[in-house]
């Protein structure tokens, strides 16, 4: 990627993380004039994404995945266990990929080997600009979006995309209205070396306060995200690493057994909910700026590749008609691509989060029924993993 970009670009992207880059990447490879704007940072933590097969064979076509293959795990097992104690507990369901005829359900991934392989392929396209700023300012007009980066350099472009994250300032200049709701929980996350093998099974222990998933990493590693009350949280971070590993090796019931917890471990206060639209005024939305959902069911970064996906359909599509992509016709096409998919994730996520908070035994009823069901039997249970791996009425690869 150059760094002296020329006075018009098709598409400008605001923001730089997983999303934004893998659409910038994708929309580049569509033939268009693509500015990214977003500085060379270091990924800050070391967060982990269930990268489901959909989401890998999207990166094998941006030619990324090969970069990062090594440095992933593949999943090919996914247990549910009801660890609530409740009166009314659910039986465990046990997922296997091999099932419904595939080798693994996706592969495990620290979020910065996937940023280095992004950056990687990014700076191979030469119709990729990049502008290591930060955007100041973002200005929808009638013909196209003005961008004020923070040191003052003006980006103009036919479309703007929106990959600033869940306080998007693209959103807000487009006049996009949010709705999150805060959710009474945060998610501690680390990762762990242990004893004994994974053997590539990730393992959803279901607490009355939420999930805590353990999810296999290359060689005998796990990462874990364990949701918890906030004050809980609290304590875990507090806690020593050694406090820690004894917390989480008794959390996992020993089955992986002595663990021990690596440097650096991050809180994040969880909420749901998203935007009223997802196209504006020349602007168009992708990852957290479209969509925030807690970490349950590896649906975050799944969701932001297929909006990145749909997004470089879009594009193609347009300029293969000679349309402006960045009319109000054309970025309708991509709500319209988008909506159904990130609406009915986000509600499946919200009931299962719902119903596991829930004492009341009716609702735990329902659930351990849902549950059984899904263990029992098979048809039921087979079109559920094809479901959680991606919508089946998509047309694309996903």
Request: hydrophobic residues 45%; charged residues 25%; glycine residues 8%.
């Amino acid at each position: 990627m150059t760094d002296t970009p020329a006075s018009l670009y098709d598409v400008a992207i605001v923001g730089g993380g997983p999303a934004g880059l893998a659409a910038a990447v994708a929309v580049a490879e569509t033939g268009a004039r693509t500015a990214l704007v977003a500085r060379r940072l270091p990924y800050a933590d070391n967060r982990t994404t269930a990268l489901l097969g959909g989401s890998v064979d999207f990166l094998q076509s941006l030619d990324v995945w090969h970069r990062c293959a090594d440095k992933a795990a593949a999943l090919t097992t996914m247990r549910l266990v009801d660890d609530t104690n409740r009166l009314i507990r659910a039986p465990e369901v046990k997922f296997v990929s091999e099932e419904i005829g595939l080798d693994t359900f996706g592969y495990n991934i620290e979020n910065r080997e996937l940023m280095i392989a992004l950056e990687a392929r990014a700076a191979e396209l030469s119709n990729l600009v990049r502008i290591d700023d930060e955007a100041a300012s973002v200005n929808p007009g009638e013909m196209e979006v003005t961008i004020l980066t923070a040191q003052g350099e003006t980006i103009a472009a036919r479309l703007a995309v929106g990959a600033d994250g869940r306080q998007s300032m693209s959103r807000d200049a487009a006049g996009i209205t949010a709705e999150r709701r805060p959710l009474d929980q945060v998610a501690v996350t680390f990762n762990v070396s242990h004893s004994r093998p994974h053997r590539n099974v990730s393992t959803e222990f279901h607490t009355p306060a939420g999930p805590c998933v353990f999810v296999p990493l290359p060689g005998d590693r796990s990462s874990i995200v364990w949701i918890n009350k906030p004050a809980d949280a609290e304590r875990l971070m507090a806690l020593s690493d050694d406090d820690l590993s004894a917390a989480i090796e008794k959390q996992s019931h020993y089955i992986l057994g002595r663990m021990t917890v690596e440097p650096g471990r991050y809180r994040f206060p969880l909420g749901i909910g998203g935007p009223r639209e997802l196209a504006k005024n020349r602007v168009v939305l992708v990852g957290d700026a479209a969509h925030v959902v807690p970490p349950i069911g590896a649906q975050g970064l799944n969701l932001g590749l297929r909006d990145a996906s749909d997004l470089a359909d879009m594009v193609r599509d347009a300029g293969t008609a000679g349309q402006d992509i960045g009319a109000p016709d054309v970025i309708a096409r991509y709500t319209r691509m988008r909506r159904s998919d990130i609406a009915s994730r986000t509600f499946a996520i919200d009931m299962a989060n719902r119903s596991l908070l829930n004492d009341l035994l009716p609702v735990q009823i329902i659930r351990a029924a849902g549950m059984h069901a899904m263990g029992a039997i098979g048809p039921l249970r087979r079109l559920a993993m094809r479901e959680g791996l991606s919508p089946s009425w998509r047309k694309s690869a996903f």
